[in-house]
């Protein structure tokens, strides 16, 4: 499985951005999908996770809310909708798949396979 991140960008303080994963294969009652984000001097943090079987979402608390993950089945396509923005929400962002159906309760299961990530600044 092959996931390509885009969408990421220079953005100001709460404006809005959308990132986009492709993947390579249908994702559909396979695998979970989320993202996660690293930021300068940080380790990567898990932000959202989705499950395939039912579509169930979760997310890591600074996000809810304001993040929103969804996905476009015909398009093998998993989006990542972040409203205001903050500076702290600066990192490279990276699309993540689970070889397993669901987020295993967790909105940051340990992904099995990764995309190679999308930076994302919010600076004015």
């Known amino acids: 499985l092959q996931l390509v991140e885009s969408g990421g960008g220079l953005v100001q303080p709460g404006r809005s951005l959308t990132l986009s994963c492709v993947s390579s294969?249908?994702?559909?009652?396979?695998?979970?999908i989320g993202w996660v984000r690293q930021a300068p001097g940080k380790e990567r943090e898990g932000i959202s996770c989705m499950s395939s079987s039912d579509s169930r979402t979760y997310y890591r608390d600074s996000v809810k809310g304001r993040f929103t993950i969804s996905r476009d089945n015909a398009k093998n396509t998993v989006y990542l909708q972040m409203n205001s923005l903050k500076p702290e929400d600066t990192a490279v962002y990276f699309c993540?798949?689970?070889?397993?159906?669901?987020?295993?309760?967790?909105?940051?299961?340990?992904?099995?396979?990764w995309g190679s990530g999308t930076q994302v600044t919010v600076s004015s």
């Open positions: 993540a798949a689970l070889n397993w159906r669901d987020c295993r309760h967790s909105f940051d299961p340990s992904y099995d396979y």
């Open positions: 294969e249908s994702t559909v009652d396979r695998y979970a």
